[in-house]
């Protein structure tokens, strides 16, 4: 059986299946992708590894990988598996050291657990000729999407009974000063508030570069 390499290219709101998310899986070696409607609480998991941050908390995948660590077993690599009536099935292959062996799971699991070990995420041909996609405009809507969530960021609090909180101060040139910045990151962690989390780190990225 052929395993085809894949990398993560995207992940977003989905908009047919409400309060779930599409993770975009790409073909690294052609152009197919490979789109997986997977829960709020796995795209969390997988968004947070995918940013490097840390929670205060470990989530249930760090769990499992310090667990798999202390009784020294080795993730080598995930593998989606095939495709039943639209649902998609997925393998971790790890090793004990002595032998190799496979754990059913959820693709978005498997992912989940598979990027904090740092190992390949593969598929077979018979997926991704079933499930896999080729759209040119893809990106186009994927920008399109992204856009959207940038402009609803700007309305903050909007929907809440809480009183609006004190602007933050700015610098003269309009921006929220780093310091701000830091303290706004140490509290959206302190809430397990990871996805705005990831939007102020990459401000404070931008800025120290």
């Known amino acids: 059986m052929k395993k085809i390499p894949l990398e ?5 709101s989905s908009q047919s299946q409400s309060g779930s998310f599409a993770l975009i899986l790409g073909e690294k070696t052609g152009n197919r992708r ?3 409607i997977i829960g709020m609480f796995e795209a969390q998991s997988i968004a947070i590894q995918i940013e490097k941050i840390s929670p205060n908390r470990p989530l249930t995948h760090d769990l499992f990988r310090s667990f798999a660590e202390q009784v020294h077993v080795a993730v080598l690599e995930v593998v989606i598996s095939d495709l039943k009536e639209g649902v998609f099935y997925s393998k971790i292959v790890c090793s004990d050291g002595a032998s190799t ?3 059913d799971s959820r693709p978005s699991d498997a992912i989940a657990i598979g990027l904090r ?11 991704l000729s079933e499930a896999g996609i080729i759209l040119s405009d893809l990106d186009e809507n ?5 856009d959207d969530e940038d402009d609803d960021d700007t309305d903050t609090d909007t929907d809440t009974d ?13 921006q929220v000063s780093l310091d701000e910045l ?5 509290q959206a962690l302190e809430r397990e508030d990871y ?9 404070l990225n931008k800025r120290n570069d």
């Open 182 to 186: 830091t303290k706004m990151l140490a």
């Open 8 to 12: 993560i290219l995207g992940l977003s």
């Open 101 to 103: 062996f496979e754990l």
């Open 34 to 36: 490979l789109p997986i």
């Open 142 to 146: 994927e920008a399109e999407d992204s």
């Open 162 to 174: 809480e009183p609006r909180a004190t602007p933050p101060p700015r610098e003269p040139s309009g």
């Open 195 to 203: 996805e705005k989390a990831a939007k102020i780190r990459d401000e």
């Open 117 to 127: 070990f740092g190992v390949p995420i593969f598929t077979v041909e018979s997926v």
